[in-house]
């Protein structure tokens, strides 16, 4: 069986891996269809992921196919697709005893501390699948990523009625956006990149504020906002500065959830939180429920997946294709590597 795997920065390979034995207890054995390429794999592939441990075979974003289960498994049978929850948890720590799943001790993320997808077949733990017979297999692997933006609009708590401000429209931010819409807030985004900030406004149709970095992005916002600035901020860019200043936009007794992850300090003034008495979050990962809550929207026709997937490549493809993905021209929200 051939896999591709990244050697190291900058080097991917194809490799043989052995046909994986039956599934045990616990276990499912699935047939690999589509894999989504996101941020995480650019960075690995980058070399600028930390937790990245190289040889690695990618791939988080699953669409899968059910081919056997283990003794005693019932959440599942062969034959079903589904989208994988590839927060590999141990269920015995603190997080985990209650119900921390997503930011487990132990956290093993397949395609980034151990390997993933792109190989055409591998085992699971069967609790991990979430089946669905009405998606396709590519909106199968596009759970993963809606995933990330449901868990942080549920941590920052959005309501309609509530003003909420996204920073950052890459995938992860347009993720959050699904999110914010469907709870019936008012969407504001802002970006420094004309070119997302369109796709914003045409495919998701939300407001949007170029970030110049002169001030002038806040005195738009207030003027939106009949000076009350938002109820909710979630800074989705990975940038430090960026994730310093957006205490400034919210507004009072206000939320403020950083999704998007830096490596940098983030340092802010503290007389700004402590006036508006701001709550300050993390969001990691997501939860089971945020799987089963995304296939449903979907299955419901409440998200509207089409605009997301703009790049395809067949497996054999994939390691040619893959350094034009990370240029900004090629316009890509979502590549999608066909497996099998
Ligand atoms: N919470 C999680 O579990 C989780 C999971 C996956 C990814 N992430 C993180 O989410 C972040 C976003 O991921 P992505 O794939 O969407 O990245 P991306 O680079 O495609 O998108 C970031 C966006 O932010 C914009 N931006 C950068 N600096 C800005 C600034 N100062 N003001 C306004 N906009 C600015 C960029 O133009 C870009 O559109 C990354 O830090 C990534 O590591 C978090
Ligand atoms: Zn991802
Ligand atoms: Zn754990």
Redesign the pocket.
């Known amino acids: 069986m051939q896999a591709i795997q990244l050697e190291k920065p900058e080097h991917f390979r194809v490799i043989d891996v052995p046909t994986p034995a039956a599934p045990g207890p616990g276990e499912a054995l699935v047939r690999v269809h589509r894999v989504g390429i996101?941020?995480?794999d650019?960075?690995g592939y980058l070399g600028k992921?930390p937790f990245y441990s190289y040889p690695r075979i990618p791939g988080h974003e699953l669409g899968v196919e059910v081919v056997a289960v283990g003794p005693g498994i019932t959440n599942v049978k062969a034959g079903e697709r589904c989208s994988v929850e590839p927060y590999i948890n141990c269920q015995r720590c603190y997080a985990c005893e209650r119900g921390h799943s997503?930011c487990c001790e132990n956290l093993q993320v397949l395609g980034v501390h151990t390997d993933g997808g792109l190989r055409p077949q591998f085992i699971v733990p069967a609790r991990k699948l979430h089946p669905s017979a009405k998606l396709t297999l590519e909106q199968l692997a596009l759970v993963e990523?809606l995933a990330?933006g449901c868990?942080?609009v549920q941590r920052g708590g959005c309501q309609a009625g509530e003003n909420v401000l996204v920073?950052?429209?890459?995938?992860?931010?347009?993720?959050a956006i699904e999110f914010v819409k469907l709870s019936g807030a008012r969407t504001i985004v802002?970006?420094?990149?004309d070119q997302?900030l369109e796709f914003c406004r045409t495919a998701m149709d939300v407001e949007t504020i170029r970030?110049k970095?002169d001030g002038s992005e806040l005195q738009e916002l207030q003027k939106l906002t009949d000076g009350k600035l938002v109820n909710v901020v979630i800074d989705?860019?990975?940038?430090n500065?960026?994730m310093s200043?957006a205490l400034q936009y919210v507004g009072f007794a206000g939320r403020l959830v950083?999704?998007?992850?830096?490596t940098q300090e983030v340092s802010f003034g503290h007389p700004l939180m402590h006036r508006r008495e701001m709550t300050l979050l993390?969001?990691?990962?997501?939860l089971p429920g945020d799987f089963t809550r995304i296939i449903r929207l979907i299955e419901e026709g409440r998200i509207d997946t089409r605009p997301w997937i703009t790049h395809h490549a067949a497996f054999a493809e994939m390691i040619g294709q893959f350094p034009r993905w990370l240029k900004p021209e090629t316009r890509v929200i979502k590549a999608v590597v066909h497996v099998g």
């Open positions: 996101c941020g995480t650019f960075s992921m997503n990523t990330i868990h942080a920073i950052g429209a890459g995938p992860i931010g347009l993720s802002f970006d420094v990149n997302r970030v970095d989705a860019t990975g940038n500065k960026s200043q950083f999704v998007g992850i830096t993390a969001s990691r990962n997501a």
